[in-house]
């Protein structure tokens, strides 16, 4: 021991030494730096957790603004749909506004190119009246009754007879809406003659509305319904030419 | 950091001749003053008393105490760590304790980087007995390293007294002898006359006229002397000597390590960390391999004690072998060679101090454990 | 021959022990730098035990060394 240069004494200096500066340094250097260290280390934790957290809150917040971007967008979408509804629905309604206008026009313009034609057909049978007696005149030779022949004339083309409408006789019809169709206008009082004699055979209820078509010569055709009852000249024409062959 | 971007001017071949001359200067006033050889000695030698008449002696033990250069290192060590306790670490911890935003620099912060290695360490080793570990973890390894560098310091382990005690010891029987008497018949006049003559005669065969050493300086050792082989045998008594290479040293570290390791097995575990030295459970219960299991855990004592003599004489052959090579190197080749052995010695010191805690360190983790069987003998 | 000269073989011959450790540490250096290289994610743990155990190998050289010194300076 001793040639090792162990002492006793020295050993135990060197052990005291130690144990001195251990302690020392313990006191005032490592328990503060671990401390320092754990500190630290939760503080980093602490940071991490924040981290987390944030990121956490980011998400929501982001999931959160894509919720109500959708929600806006669903909501401007339907908005849109209905502007476009509204929009379309105004435009229909001003475009069937104006088509009923239109029509409305068109029919107003029918009636009165109607209506001309009525009294420019109305002024026209006096003359075809007066025309077919001087020509029957000049044919026959003889002069026929004036009046006679005026009324048979009347008859020719009103269709109706001693106060009766011929083509109903003995039929037997129903509806509710009868078109009377002569070849010239009827005067006031034998259209009140027709429409007295149709609505004693369909009802009170009726409706009946008068043409004028020249191309049935004489006579009147009233329809009512589906039922056409044909008592014009031409018509009897077309009936005798059948016949005949 | 913005001082760092302005360019350092390198003073291209001016350095390189400061060097060169340098080296010149070295190769001449070593050709012409050799140096002196440190003695090699196990033992720490005495600058104030010797061991035959110390300063004191230490009550109840009886052992003589004289100042010794390692106890010398070992103040002055002290002194450093202490110094750089209380003038860098402790403002940097008061300073990160108020919470001040503390830029990470100067010497403070390089020890706590490294304490804080350390501390990993011990927590991925110790887990929660890291606060009772890491203290003996980082307070072996800082003083240690301390020590272990104090050696790299110009003027350590080189600059001391001529010892010339053997020689004048030596003279003194000699003359002793011729006059027919005993040496401690010598009155003290006596005895301090012939000690002065012993000094002029050293110094007289020993220097030539140039001042250099005489024949006797490729003998440098005490040994030599002391079979008187040699006349001059010149060495030099450093008045500082690395710490390591004193085994009072070591081996005390190494006692507190060894006994802390068992208190801190003793604190975890209770009694029951006897166990492991007296393994008794089995005994009974499988008579053969329980006799086997006992005997094994007495020789965990034989492992306990082989600790303390590998701890201790670990770092003391490191140091002490690198304190060797280095003035031997250093006599032998006095100028440039020294600069690698330094470089090899910055690391060892380094290493021999970490490896020194992290050793007790894991053997007190290893202590805190109740399973035994880690057959780590050595 | 003379007692100190026997000394000085018998710590030069004490030393031969050190052949050993130094086998054994650089084994060891080998293994942990290869374990290092193949797995660098394992490194603190490698170099742990690498060193743990450089140091148990240089326990070896260590009682050489307390042989040779306790030949030339006590006996």
Redesign the interface.
Known sequence: MEQLGINYGFLIVQIVNFLIMFLILRKWAFIPIMNILEQRREAVAKGLEDARIAQEARENAEKEAEKVMADARTKAAAEARDVTQRAEEQSKEIVKAAEAKAAKAREEALAEVEQDRVRLLGDVRGQVAALSVAAAQKLIGEALDEKKQHSLIDDFFSGVKSGKVTVLEGEDVKGDTAVVTSALPLTDKEQETVKTDVLKKLGSGAEVTFRVDPNILGGLVVRVGDKVLDGSVSGQLSALRENLR | MSQETTERKWRFGVNRWILLAVIIAGVIITGNYPPARPAILLNAEAILGTHSDPLFYFPFLNTPFYLTNTLVATVLADILVLALLFLSIRPYLNKVRKGADVVPKGLANAVEGFLEVLYNLTESTAGKWTRTIFPWFAAITLLVLVMNWMELIPGVDAVGNFDLHHYTDHYVEEQAQEMGVAVSALSADELHHLEEEAHHHYWEICSDASGNHGEGDTVLIYRANEEGTGACALAVVPWVRAVATDLNFTIGLAIVSVVMIQVIGVRSQGLAYFEKFFNVRTLFTKPFFGLIDFAVGLFEIVSELSKIISFSFRLFGNIFAGAVLLFVIGTLIPVVAQSGVLMLEFFVGMIQAIVFGMLTMVFMAQATHSHHGDEEHH | MEA?AAKLIGAGIAMIGAIGAGLGVGMATYGGVQGIARNPDAA?AIQ?NM??GI??T??????C??VA??VL??F
């Open positions: 100190e603190g742990t060193i743990l140091v148990f240089e326990a070896i050289a260590i009682y060394l307390v010194m306790l300076f006590v």
